[in-house]
């Protein structure tokens, strides 16, 4: 097997060749270190590379380089290996320099490189290698080639086999697909014994799965099978980041806390492919990766999950909360916080509805980006999430174009977004424009596109992602739950005292129904930001705590109360 390549690039070949010895001395046994001193040899390598269908899993250049500009090398970094990371390595005193850290930052906000490093001291430099680890950690997981890997083998891209990725997607498990008919599903099929049906599932473990139902994809997937127990002080509905955060926060203070979702873990932030303005991650950190650690963290403090559970009733029955689960089952809880978010809302075109999974995809990239090298790429929405989608996608397609109804990106997308997406060379905008039409031969060949002024073109595509308003999850909530026009929850100040049962007025996340809390996206006036709906989860704990410890609502006991047996 060909090992995946590490490249570094510098001028100093002092520095050069202490990043190569400290490159091989740890990972020489798993990838190949390949250095140069000019960029134009480190082109000429990389294109040998590219010819030669060689993995590239980083690229350190430094400051130093000469000749062919650093920026332009990185930028054909990106060209001829798109799921490399692009590190600039940099001199320890750099940021100490107003102009060198003025085009650091605008080479991060720009999007011409992953992220820095400062050059390795003597070895080992434990800083250096953790950032170089972080690096290859998402390369892997990018290019689903960490032991956890779920392999998918399909005749085709949409239908049942559409419907695995995306559970495994909603999960955040690393997955990969291919066709039947290509060269790496012809040999998983041929490795299944006995012979299979398509569509097909080959786990880490190398249990192979034909035509999986929805129970052992959960299982696969990793979905825990059952309940522990039936009473909880807190049961949490959606794993979101505020579902998330809630569910660490009330674990961490000995709360018996159930999080329940239909789906997996992450909700809408699960789509990102990097969010780099979270706190506490300043290299970015892609959704799903930010979910799988939250998650982590929650269980470790013993909170209890229930995937691909939807909750389909929710009551008060004297002290305490019953939630009705689509089986038949039912919990208790002393508190609810609903975390459902939002799901982004369709474009309702039949045309385009038929090819759902087949070019057409509802969400983020996460998983098609690397399929779509040289294919042109359509993005619709002007939000945050179409903004990193764009950018990620740029990595890989020829051309990437967001459709915007709006008169700007300004209107709803984050400045350093606006910045990264403008300019990207490939990515093009298309302001006051809206999808109208398309269609293909089962698949996506082509869009209808229409301009403010009524103007129809019709433009070939290889894929569409639709990342447009949000819509929440709130239809199976009881009347006396109040919401807006639009159907988000309606908390504190903003619940009109003539629905609010109570002489107190209810907490700042509270809605009309005394003991259940809103957080994150699906409430009334929230900031549609990861970061906010994390703090909404935590703050949404504290307050179930104080109602608690001022005896507004009081805990389920342990025993398991009889009408709730299965």
Known sequence: MTLPVLVAVDGDPDVLAEVETQLVQRY????????????????????ELRDADADVALVLAGQSSTGTTR???????????????RILLIAENAWTDAPTADAIRASMALGRID??????????????????SEFLLEWSLERRLVPQTVHIVGEEWSGRAYELRDTFARCAVPHSFCLADSEKGRELVAQADPPVKLPMMVLPDGRVLSDPSNAEIAEAAGAPAGLDRRTFDVVIVGSGPAGLSAAVGGASEGLRVLVVDTGGIGGQARSSSLIRNYPGFPRGVSGSRLAGEAYEQASTFGASFLFMHQVTELERTGDWFTLSLFDG??????????????????LGLESLEDL?????????PTSEAPGLIGKDVFVVGGGNSAGQAAVHLARYARRVTIVVRAASLETGMSHYLVQSVLATPNIEVLIGTAVVGGGGDAYLQELVLREATGDET?????ALFVLIGAHPETEWLPAEIARDDHGFLL??????????????RPGSLETS????????DVRHGSVKRVAAAVGEGSIAVQLVQRLFAEGQLSAPPTAEPQAHAV
């Open 71 to 85: 920026g332009e090398l990185l930028d054909h970094v990106r060209q001829l290996h798109p799921h490399a990371k």
């Open 356 to 364: 759902n999974g087949a070019g057409v995809f509802y969400g983020g």
């Open 115 to 132: 992220y820095y490093v400062v050059r390795p001291a003597a070895s080992p430099d434990e800083v250096f290698h953790e950032a170089v």
């Open 458 to 462: 019709t433009v070939a595509a290889d």
């Open 513 to 520: 129904m005394p003991g259940v809390l809103a957080a994150g």
């Open 491 to 504: 908390t504190g100040d903003d619940v009109e005292a003539d629905v609010w049962p109570l002489e107190r």
């Open 28 to 47: 020489g046994r798993d990838y190949r270190v390949v250095s140069a001193r000019r960029p134009d040899e480190a082109l000429q390598e990389l294109t």
């Open 329 to 346: 089952r039912a919990v208790t809880a002393g508190a609810v916080i609903l975390a459902v978010g939002a799901t982004y809302r369709r």
